[in-house]
Antibody, heavy 118, light 107 residues
Framework: QVQLQESGPGLVKPSETLSLTCTVS?????????WGWLRQAPGKGLEWIAS???????AYNPSLRSRVTISADTSNNLFSLRLSSVTAADTAVYYC???????????WGRGTLVTVSA | EIVLAQSPGTLSLSPGERATLSCRAS???????LAWYQQRPDQAPRLLIY???TRAAGIPDRFSGSVSGTDFTLTISGLEPEDFAVYYC????????FGQGTKVEIK
């Protein structure tokens, strides 16, 4: 059974870059499936950020694309998110998830809260 | 961008009752590419339904999905205590967007 775990700083200063890692166990990320990042601002709904697959091109939410980088480390079976030039509006719980063919998300990490504040 | 409007915002029901949740798309969703998720407090979302109708692995058959045009519905046939949660719809016909959620609370 696949398991995902997010990790990274819980506090980031405005204008800096948010960096998170998702460690995957139970399934090698270099095989099939896409892997993605989503977020949920406090008291708000869900927002998809980006997804990637080792065999395909990454996909991005158009509203965030200019600030997002997604990458993978297959030797350690993990993937990462970088979101640049953050503001308070980027404060959210960030989730990593398995993305079925760039469609829906069938396994999720528990999420990690990132606060943007000076 | 396809906007998903979920209604009602909050649904107050008793255990054993039937819950009907609506998700209306601002335009057609290709191939009825719509999923439903359940999110319990302080937990990650859990996939319930994909392709508008298909239950994900391990999801009880009291959960069902249907569609009519741009109106998608999630029905819970008899609420169990663990079903009181927030439910989100998500379309994947054009990029990916989510609705704002419906909270099902105990009456």
């Amino acid at each position: 059974q696949v398991q995902l775990q997010e990790s990274g700083p819980g506090l980031v200063k405005p204008s800096e870059t948010l960096s998170l890692t998702c460690t995957v166990s139970g399934y090698p990320i270099y095989r099939s499936f896409y892997w993605g990042w989503l977020r949920q601002a406090p008291g708000k709904g869900l927002e998809w950020i980006a997804s990637f697959s080792q065999s395909g091109s990454p996909a991005y939410n158009p509203s965030l694309r200019s600030r997002v980088t997604i990458s993978a480390d297959t030797s350690n079976n993990l993937f990462s998110l970088r979101l640049s030039s953050v503001t308070a509006a980027d404060t959210a719980v960030y989730y990593c998830a398995r993305d079925r063919a760039q469609q829906y998300f069938d396994s999720w990490g528990r999420g990690t809260l990132v606060t943007v504040s000076a | 961008e396809i906007v998903l409007a979920q209604s009602p915002g909050t649904l107050s029901l008793s255990p054993g009752e039937r819950a009907t949740l609506s998700c209306r798309a601002s335009q057609g969703v290709s191939n009825n590419y719509l999923a439903w998720y359940q999110q319990r407090p302080d937990q990650a979302p859990r996939l319930l339904i994909y392709g508008a109708y298909t239950r994900a692995a391990g999801i009880p058959d009291r959960f069902s999905g249907s569609v009519s045009g741009t109106d998608f519905t999630l029905t819970i046939s008899g609420l169990e205590p663990e079903d009181f949660a927030v439910y989100y719809c998500q379309q994947y016909g054009s990029s990916r967007t989510f609705g704002q959620g419906t909270k099902v609370e105990i009456k």
